[in-house]
């Protein structure tokens, strides 16, 4: 009888009812049973049974992994399998056996390249496969294709090989495979080397399919590459070249990880120092570079902006040693935001220009997948229209942000799209710019989904949030805030934590939820100071002082004390911008308690020394304000 297959739900029901509550399935492995058993009651009842008799999960996930081995079919399921190989003859048992090692697709030509079967014997065999309903054939032999019906049918017939017999299958398979024009993808290549037990020769192709992945933005898919390549070095004996190979491929998934799981992740540490040992180990401070670049990233979205002072230095310690104007260009480039974020701005524009003079786009394209994960000219140019919105070059700061996405756009880069997109909403939130921000904001959030960047996303929720809540949705912003808080808590990036803090305490506001937004904003201002950490200065004291005159509308001292301190580490900063924020809020603190001379004052000689951006929330704000007194 012909029996038509189950649909996804029925089979993931019918998983879930062998499985019981007492061998529940986590969510990803009963999905890949669902996809490896296409529908057959019969595989999804014996591959369930099986994966929940394991004693370990990670033995379970194993017993699902991607490369087909003994032991992956249950042994009724196997031996029921393979009977129904047996009773179609030796030969074509056999040469479902060279197909599996291929895969669950191959071709004519590379199956009659891997057999020893003269075509006529060949094509009788697939014929008695295809008519017992074991393997779909595409189009005529020599150019025919073929599948195998089920991806446990293949398991079955490769898990049947003998060792040898399976090595000396993948050797063929890859011999004629380097031969073909042109080659196959490096990650098939890779996996029939590696089985053929030529690990040497597979680890080149591991890190060629992980480089492939890392540019198309498959950073997932890079990261099990590079692995890989990994694991197989480790099983080399130690040796200068071993070193340098363990050092490239590490260089390169550092970055990928970053993009992945976050800056700050523990993988991300884990890697990055243990690319840094093996450097060390080397002695060659070139090839040590890239690895103590992502140390400092790693270093500063933890705050530790101490340590990442000091690998900054040590980048401009072998630049000068080496004369090395690439590894120069990376030192600027971890100079420029840790000036920022001290509020030396005038620092940050130095570094900033001088990185830009290094920058050539064609050089520097390999940067991007090696240092810090993306490119550093659009760090430098999206930094730049920062500083000159905190001086106060609103329209100027406009023109370099609409210039800079451009050019992340052109650089087909999701990463590096995805930092301008996000330093893009800070500025436009520090500008108070609740229109503007939430197209990229939106942008972000898609971009950050579709290459699944957690990272970029906490920042697309908390600009959306900052901007509903300031716009009259508070429960909705706040909601998205604290998504975005959770996602940064669990990454463990400290540095954008104390941007969330800021924004989480301006919804508050909105919100009239006073005390819990002190407590935000209390907690930030902590956290910067034991930093070092001066950017956000002006703004937490600026959103403290509206907090404390809605705790004790009385008291407005305190409050004042705030704005007068906002509004000295603004000047401090040279931020113009900021300033004009700060003193905007003290001038119609002073109006309101009649102090209208004072009030304006203080607010005047500020806003006259600004000479464009007329339009921006910031000044619109302040000239009602200087109008009204």
Request: hydrophobic share 45%.
């Amino acid at each position: 009888m012909s029996l038509t297959r189950l649909n996804r739900q029925h089979s993931a029901e019918l998983v879930a009812r062998v499985a019981g509550p007492a061998g529940a399935l986590p969510s990803d492995l009963a999905a890949e049973i669902v996809e490896r058993c296409d529908g057959v009651p019969l595989f999804l009842e014996e591959l369930t049974k099986a994966t929940i008799e394991q004693a370990a999960p990670e033995h379970a996930r194993s017993l699902l992994g991607a490369v087909p081995g003994p032991g992956v079919v249950p042994a009724t399921l196997q031996a029921s399998l393979m009977a129904r190989l047996d009773r179609l003859g030796a030969a074509a048992r056999e040469v479902a056996q060279v197909g599996a090692a291929i895969g669950r697709e191959f071709t004519f030509e590379l199956l009659a390249a891997a057999d020893t079967r003269d075509r006529d014997t060949l094509q009788d065999a697939l014929s008695r496969l295809v008519s017992a309903g074991l393997v779909f054939q595409r189009g005529a032999p020599p150019q025919a294709t073929l599948l195998f019906k089920h991806a446990l049918v293949q398991d079955a017939a490769y898990g049947s090989l003998l060792r040898e017999r399976r090595r000396l299958l993948h050797r063929r398979i890859a011999d004629a495979l380097l031969a073909a024009e042109p080659a196959a993808a490096p990650e098939i290549l890779a996996h029939h080397l590696q089985n053929a037990g030529r690990a040497s020769h597979a680890i080149g192709y591991w890190r060629e399919a992980g480089e492939r992945a890392v540019r198309r933005a498959a950073n997932r898919e890079a990261i099990e590459h590079f692995h890989r390549a990994l694991a197989l070095l480790e099983t080399e004996p130690e040796s200068a070249e071993r070193g340098r190979g363990e050092l490239a491929v590490l260089s390169q998934l550092v970055p990928a990880l970053m993009n992945v799981h976050g800056w700050t992740a523990p993988e991300v540490g884990e890697a990055a120092e243990r690319a840094a040992t093996v450097g060390r180990r080397l002695q060659s401070a070139a090839d040590i570079a890239p690895s103590i670049a992502n140390l400092w990233l790693y270093q500063f979205s933890r705050l530790r902006v101490d340590l990442a002072d000091e690998i900054s230095a040590d980048l401009f310690r072998i630049a000068g040693e080496l004369d090395d104007p690439e590894i120069l260009l990376q030192a600027y480039h971890s100079a420029w935001p840790t000036a920022w974020h001290r509020g030396d701005f005038v620092t940050a524009i130095e570094k900033i220009e001088a990185g830009l003079r290094l920058y050539d786009e064609k050089r520097h394209a390999h940067h991007r997948n090696v240092y810090l994960g993306h490119d550093p000219a659009a760090c430098a140019l999206v930094q730049n229209a920062s500083v000159q919105g905190a001086f106060g070059y609103f329209d100027r700061a406009s023109r370099l942000e609409a210039e800079v996405i451009s050019f992340a756009d052109r650089l087909q880069h999701p990463p590096t799209l995805a930092l301008v997109l996000w330093l893009v909403c800070e500025d436009r939130a520090s500008r108070r710019d609740t229109t503007n921000i939430c197209a990229p904001a939106l942008r972000l959030l898609e971009l950050s989904e579709a290459h699944g960047l957690p990272q970029s996303r906490a920042h697309a929720l908390m600009s959306l949030g900052w901007a509903l809540s300031l716009s009259g949705d508070v429960p909705e912003g706040i909601a998205k805030l604290q998504e975005a808080t959770g996602i940064l808590r669990r990454i463990g990036h400290q540095n954008f934590l104390l941007r969330a803090h800021w924004l989480m305490a301006e919804a508050l506001l909105a919100a009239a939820r006073y005390a819990e937004g002190l407590q935000e904003v209390d907690d930030a201002i902590d956290i910067a100071a034991r930093a070092g950490v001066a950017l956000l200065d002006t703004r937490l004291h600026r959103v403290r002082a509206g907090l404390l005159l809605h705790v004790d509308p009385s008291g407005t001292q305190a409050a004042e004390v705030s704005l007068r301190h906002a509004i000295a580490a603004a000047q401090g900063q040279g931020a113009k911008g900021f300033e004009l924020q700060a003193a905007t809020d003290l001038a119609r603190l002073w109006g309101e308690q009649r102090k209208r001379t004072e009030a304006r004052n203080l607010l005047a000689p500020i806003y006259e020394q600004f000479t464009e951006g007329f339009a921006e929330p910031v000044l619109r704000e302040a000239k009602a304000l200087l109008d009204a007194l």
